[in-house]
């Protein structure tokens, strides 16, 4: 009995524990057993790499859901408190404005009033950074339109953001909204996001995409 099959299913073995998952073993006539056992393995390995791409896909999904999640709340929880600070401002202001100049000293009411500006443009701020973090974290247009206007508003946003000039360079993807299934779309748009100016700015700043 040749035990070469046996040696090159052993081969296969250490071949998938060193890292490489596509390997598989080859399946001879010689030896019918030694070629079920090979048939048996390659199933195996098959199982075990769909389970691992079955979950990933879970993972990835769960981020896509938990971003999405938080960037609703931020922008309907954190942007509508932002927003009534800034009308409450807004009334405050015109308040002082309202109180006769001899019911409240001229120094204070300067205080109050470079007070109240700069509460304001503190609110406006954060509520314009929280607006872009909801942004970034998940895209509407991504969901509401596809890939290819989503990958638009972040060259968009990098130049409006970094002041730069971006040119957008797309091909072998159809231009008719949603191409591509949800998951693809959404790879595609993390790898984009990842390479694009704005996340690479502290260390590359006059990169160009």
């Known amino acids: ?3 070469q099959p046996l040696f090159g299913l052993l081969a296969t073995i ?7 998952p596509q390997a598989r073993a080859a399946i001879g006539t010689n030896d019918p057993e030694v070629a079920e056992l090979a048939r048996a393995f390659n199933s195996m390995l098959d199982r075990l790499e769909y389970a691992h791409r079955e979950q990933t896909r879970l993972i990835l999904q769960a981020q896509e859901d ?5 960037g609703l709340e931020l922008h309907d929880e954190a942007g509508q408190n932002l927003t009534a600070l800034l009308v409450h401002t807004e009334i405050l202001q015109q308040t002082l404005q309202a109180v006769p100049d001899t019911d409240i000293q001229s120094s204070i009411r300067t205080q109050l009033e470079g007070s109240l500006q700069q509460l304001s443009k503190l609110a406006q701020g954060t509520l314009e950074n929280i607006r872009i973090l909801a942004q970034q974290l998940r895209p509407s247009v991504l969901d509401d339109l596809g890939l290819l206007p989503a990958f638009r508003w972040l060259v ?3 130049m409006q953001r970094l002041h730069l000039r971006v040119e957008l360079h797309i091909k072998g993807i159809a231009s008719t909204t949603h191409p591509l299934p949800p998951p693809y779309e959404t790879a595609l748009f993390r790898i984009a996001q990842e390479s694009s100016p704005i996340s690479h700015a502290m260390h ?5 995409t």
Do not use: T
């Not at 938990?66 to 938080?70: A, G, L, N």
């Open 156 to 158: 968009e946003d990098s």
């Open 66 to 70: 938990e971003r999405r999640r938080i």
């Open 204 to 208: 590359r700043p006059n990169k160009h």
């Open 1 to 3: 009995m040749s035990f």
């Open 14 to 20: 250490r071949e998938v524990s060193a890292g490489n």
